[in-house]
C-alpha cells in the first residue's frame, strides 16, 4: 500500500448495500496482497487474498479485484451488516520484501 | 486458522523503564515474525522481521538498539522496548509468517508510556 496519511478515509453505507472499498499500492514487484479488517482495538483479521497471476478472487460475501497495470486492489463486500463495521486496509508483499507494506485503510460504516 | 498471541494485551511504563512484550504462534512454527506499529488512526507501519537463530533486520528509522528483538525458538519473539519514552506510546503488533506466506497477526499490545 502507499505510504500512510493522519487522516483515515472514511466509507459509510446502508445496511444491505455493497460496499466497494480500493487501495493503490507503489511496488511493482509485489506478487500477493491481503485484505485485512481491523477491529478497534484488535489486530488484523485476515479476509481475503490473491496473487498476482490473478486478477479476481471470490470469497463469501467478499470479491477482491488486482488490476496490475494501474497497481490498484479493490476489495468488494456483498450485502453489508453491522459487524463488517470496521477499518480495512490492503497489504502487499513482494519485491524482495518479507515484512507487508499497509495501505492507508478505510473506516467502514454501516448506516442502519 | 492459526493463532498468534501476544502479551501482554495493554502495559502503562513510567519512562525511561523497559518493556518486553511476547509474540508467540501457538499452533504452527514460524521461523520468521514481524513486528508493526500502528498509531492511532494510522497504518500498520514494519518495524523489523524477526528470524529465528539470527539478528533481527530493521527497517529504516528504527532504532535497533531501542527496539531489541529476540527470536529464541520458533514459536516465539520478543520485543524489548528500553528507555521508553512518551513517544514510545502505539500499539504494536506482531504477526507470524506461514510457509504459504501468508502472515497470521496477533491481537496487539497496547503500550502508553507516562
Known amino acids: 500500500g502507499e505510504s500512510v496519511g493522519l487522516h483515515l478515509p472514511t466509507l459509510s453505507v446502508q445496511e444491505g448495500d455493497n460496499s466497494i472499498i480500493n487501495c493503490a499500492y507503489s511496488n511493482s514487484a509485489s506478487d500477493y496482497f491481503i485484505w485485512y479488517k481491523q477491529e478497534s482495538g484488535k489486530g488484523p483479521q485476515f479476509i481475503i487474498d490473491i496473487r498476482s497471476n490473478m486478477d479476481k478472487r471470490q470469497g463469501q460475501r467478499v470479491t477482491v479485484l488486482l488490476n496490475k497495470t494501474v497497481k490498484h486492489l479493490s476489495l468488494q463486500i456483498a450485502a453489508t451488516q453491522p459487524g463488517d463495521s470496521a477499518v480495512y486496509f490492503c497489504a502487499d508483499l513482494g519485491g524482495g520484501a518479507d515484512g507487508l507494506t499497509f495501505g492507508k485503510g478505510t473506516h467502514l460504516i454501516i448506516q442502519p | 486458522g492459526a493463532v498468534v498471541s501476544q502479551h501482554p494485551s495493554w502495559v502503562i511504563c513510567k519512562s525511561g523503564t523497559s518493556v518486553k512484550i511476547e509474540c508467540r504462534s501457538l499452533d504452527f512454527q514460524a521461523t520468521t515474525m514481524f513486528w508493526y506499529r500502528q498509531f492511532p488512526k494510522q497504518s500498520l507501519m514494519l518495524m523489523a522481521t524477526s528470524n529465528e537463530g539470527s539478528k533481527a533486520t530493521y527497517e529504516q528509522g528504527v532504532e535497533k538498539d531501542k527496539f531489541l528483538i529476540n527470536h529464541a525458538s520458533l514459536t516465539l519473539s520478543t520485543l524489548t522496548v528500553t528507555s521508553a519514552h512518551p513517544e514510545d506510546s502505539s500499539f504494536y503488533i506482531c504477526?507470524?509468517?506461514?510457509?504459504?506466506?501468508?502472515?497470521?497477526f496477533g491481537p496487539g499490545t497496547r503500550l502508553t508510556v507516562t
Open positions: 504477526s507470524a509468517a506461514a510457509p504459504s506466506d501468508e502472515q497470521y
